[in-house]
């Protein structure tokens, strides 16, 4: 370890000792020993008042003089060599050539390992330009045998351009985008929700509706993704499907549900079962908690890859570019439908085109009808009822029912809660 410097010594606030006789280091005073007792050095300061003979008694000025200071120096005598010291000088010798043939080859190797260096550096940069060169190669190749494949078996279906604009891209994975959607669109049939309100005992589509409000509050509280919540109120519904739950246990589901979504759709560490708790005031326990989120996942048998009506929305707004405000108007009156009962039976692919088209009708855009069907696979004339029931929906809102109003009407969001409602008379389907 270094000594500790003064200047540390004053940064650290601790006092220093004087620099004396007593306290310099050994081996300091040892050579300073050696010099005063070799060389015995005497000096003898004369000072002598030499008298001006020119200057006037009234001057009585003086001149001091210093004797220079005669250093006599000891006669040199010198020793006969011995065997060894003849030895100890030869080994110096040999020494000092060693550490002059040992400094040299350092050097050598320094400038060796600089330039081998220097070579790796430029054999890794080579490498990594062939390797970006071929993989360029390789991904545009792999774009034109895609699209070749496609035109081969298939002359309806096409790439669409914003998954060529995204086709190398591994977040967007536009090469993969459209198989994606497709086997989405699958298991979508293994997911469809049959009427199950009238087999519960206690349970009505009014309570459901104040659960589903009160997730919809969870998620803008904790700052949860939308696919959160999207993914516990599909959980909730498929769960009751096949399971009777009673109306005190209702909530409990809920949170089960919720707990269990963001694990399956929350980028970050859930982690609240406390929170979860202290917001159902304390009417169950974590321990509740836990058990019902395994037994909501046994009754699932484990098949959590739902398909959710969001994802879809976002794929339709993504292919037809649609502009952020327009998207959001279409979030806001596809998560209002997650409160309403009627639409649980219909599938989340078709909630989502027709949410979409409404927010195209209320925003005063225009779309066609082909590429409306291009990118959705959905025909005007097969969505037109959900569309109107979507409108019916808006204009007979609960205001006891309010948390996704008072969240889409914050201005982080549009503020398109407060947008005015069409009639139904003023929807067109061409």
Excluded at 109 to 116: D, F, G, L, M
Excluded at 121 to 141: C, F
Excluded at 149 to 171: G, K, P, T
Excluded at 399 to 413: G, I, P, W
């Amino acid at each position: 370890m270094p000594p500790v410097t003064r200047h540390q010594l004053k940064k650290t606030g601790l006092k220093t000792e004087p620099y004396s006789k007593e306290n310099r280091p050994l081996d300091r005073r040892a050579a300073l020993l050696d010099l005063v007792s070799n060389n015995g050095a005497k000096t003898s300061n004369k000072l002598e008042i030499v008298k001006d003979d020119n200057s006037t008694k009234t001057d009585k000025t003086c001149k001091v003089t210093q004797q220079k200071i005669e250093i006599t120096q000891p006669a040199i005598i010198k020793k006969p060599e011995t065997r060894s010291s003849i030895k100890e000088t030869e080994r110096l010798s040999l020494n000092s050539s060693e550490d002059s043939n040992l400094f040299k080859s350092t050097l050598e190797e320094t400038v060796a390992s600089r330039n081998s260096a220097k070579s790796d550096e430029l054999y890794i940069t080579a490498v990594d330009n062939t390797h970006s060169s071929s993989l360029e190669i390789n991904h545009s190749e792999l774009y034109h045998s895609a699209a070749l494949e496609l035109s081969v078996n298939s002359n309806e279906e096409e790439i669409f351009e914003i998954d060529q604009a995204s086709w190398n891209n591994f977040i967007y994975v536009g090469c993969y985008a459209r198989d994606i959607m497709k086997y989405l669109r699958q298991r979508e049939d293994h997911f469809i929700i049959t009427d199950y309100i009238n087999k519960q005992p206690e349970i009505t589509a009014k309570h459901r509706a104040i659960v589903v409000n009160w997730l919809v509050s969870l998620q803008e509280m904790y700052g949860l993704n939308h696919e959160v919540l999207y993914m516990a109120v599909k959980l909730i519904d498929l769960y009751l499907m096949e399971n009777e739950t009673l109306q005190n246990k209702f909530q409990l589901l809920a949170s089960g549900a919720l707990l269990l979504a963001t694990k399956i759709d929350e980028r970050g560490e859930p982690g609240f079962p406390y929170d979860l708790v202290k917001h159902s005031k304390y009417i169950y326990t974590e321990e509740e908690l836990f058990l019902t989120e395994r037994e909501l996942f046994r009754a699932l048998k484990y098949d959590i890859n739902v398909p959710l009506s969001y994802v879809f929305l976002r794929r339709y707004a993504r292919c037809m570019k649609c502009q952020m405000i327009l998207l959001t108007l279409a979030r806001y009156i596809l998560e209002c439908s997650l409160l309403e009962y009627k639409f649980v039976i219909l599938k989340d692919s078709l909630k989502a085109a027709a949410s979409l088209y409404l927010a195209f009708k209320m925003c005063n855009k225009e779309i066609e009808t082909k590429e409306f069907f291009k990118y959705t696979d959905y025909e005007v004339t097969a969505i037109n009822e959900t569309v109107i029931e979507l409108n019916n929906m808006l204009h007979t809102q609960s205001s006891n029912l309010s948390a996704v109003k008072r969240k889409y009407s914050h201005e982080t969001f549009f503020k398109v809660a407060n947008k005015s409602l069409l009639s139904n008379s003023k929807l067109t389907f061409d």
